[in-house]
């Protein structure tokens, strides 16, 4: 199976409207735009001193793990790299406790002891965060292991980007994953640019979803800034999945607005390129222009959800201000040995 839209930085048009719910767009756009104001906020906090180390945001990327979790079910494992706060707020993680753990506070979901790269939480079944570049390829692998040894029906969302699909473990996990039928999709979130090098520099291929055809892997190309495109694409691979076919691999066109991480000044792209994706592109405004344009909500309705979701994230911030640094003691909790 082989689906194959143009690039996302090409201009795709939106696909057709499928039949949604105007509760359904509220939600996506809900979500999208609570992703947004928090990684925004989250930026305004790196330049504050308030979260060390390094910070990479996933504004303009939205679409790819909103569409996704419409697409699961409960129960349903995911597992990602370091650029990972809009998956944990896409799965239901609080984001009071998702600030704090960026602060470096004890009310944090890793108790302020973790940072963005390694967040858990096995209520939502998140399994981190991983700053290694495609490390957690394999790890999804052996959640899908350990759910097909079960027989639960569940399925893992194993996300890595571009850059990590040109790691060796990548294929090593896809050999794997096809021979033992393992309920994983395989998320490639194609932003267009690996930490500093462009896809197009990086690789001959003319997809990246197409080179798990050698291992008999079936996956498809999907517009990532259009929500409801990744959710239906998302609904095939699952079906894949549960159905006991083995892995799919999903391709999902997107764009990152801001650098690599806060520290890249981001000088090997023009400005104006950004401009034209966020003008003509942003998933958010697609689903805002869904529902003004349908009659499902007005001007006003919009406004008083992003009043909302900036009340949510302004909340998070004071939160994490108030939780307290982790106590010295904590630093003999949560070993091995």
């Known amino acids: 199976m082989a689906r ?12 057709a409207l499928p039949n949604v719910s105007r509760d359904d767009l ?29 910070c990479h945001l996933y504004i303009g990327q939205e679409a790819v793990v909103v569409g996704l979790e419409a697409a699961a079910e409960p129960g349903d494992k995911r597992i990602t790299s370091y650029r990972d706060h809009g998956h944990m707020l896409a799965c239901g993680m609080d984001p009071r406790g998702v600030m704090a753990e960026l602060t470096g506070r004890i009310g944090g979901y890793s108790k302020g002891k973790g940072g963005s790269m390694h967040m858990f939480s096995k209520e939502r079944h998140f399994y981190g965060g991983h700053g290694i570049v495609g490390a957690q390829v394999p790890l999804g692998a052996g959640l899908a292991f350990a759910d097909r040894y079960l027989g639960n029906g569940r399925v ?28 994983v999709v395989f998320v490639i979130e194609n ?10 520099r990086s690789t001959k291929s003319v997809t990246l979803y197409g080179r798990g055809l050698a291992y008999g892997i079936p996956g498809e190309q999907v517009d990532g800034m259009d929500v409801l495109a990744v959710k239906a694409a998302g609904e095939r691979a699952v079906a894949h999945c549960r159905a006991g076919k083995g892995p799919y691999i999903l391709e999902v066109m997107t764009y990152r607005y801001r650098g690599h991480s806060m520290s890249d000044p981001a000088k090997y792209r023009t ?8 003008s003509e592109r942003d998933a958010i405004d697609h689903v805002r222009d869904l529902l003004l344009t349908g009659g499902h909500a007005s001007e006003e309705d919009l406004k008083a959800i992003d009043r909302e979701i900036k ?22 909790t949560d070993v091995y040995a």
């Not at 980007?161 to 060796?168: L, M, P, S, T, V």
């Not at 932003?191 to 197009?200: D, L």
């Open 26 to 54: 509220l939600k996506y756009y809900r979500d999208m735009l609570l992703i947004r104001r928090f990684e925004e906020k989250a930026g305004q906090l790196y330049g504050m001193g308030l979260i060390g180390g390094f």
């Open 156 to 183: 893992t969302f194993t996300y890595f980007g571009d850059g990590a699909a040109n790691q060796g473990q990548v294929y090593e996990t896809y050999n794997m994953a096809e021979l033992w039928d393992l309920p």
């Open 311 to 332: 009340d949510i994230v302004n909340d998070a911030a004071e939160f994490a201000r108030q939780s307290p640094e982790p106590p010295l003691e904590e630093l003999w």
């Open 4 to 15: 194959k839209p143009a690039s996302a930085a090409a201009g795709t048009k939106a696909a």
């Open 191 to 200: 932003n267009q640019y690996a930490m500093g090098t462009s896809v197009k």
């Open 271 to 278: 400005r104006e390129e950004v401009e034209k994706m966020r």
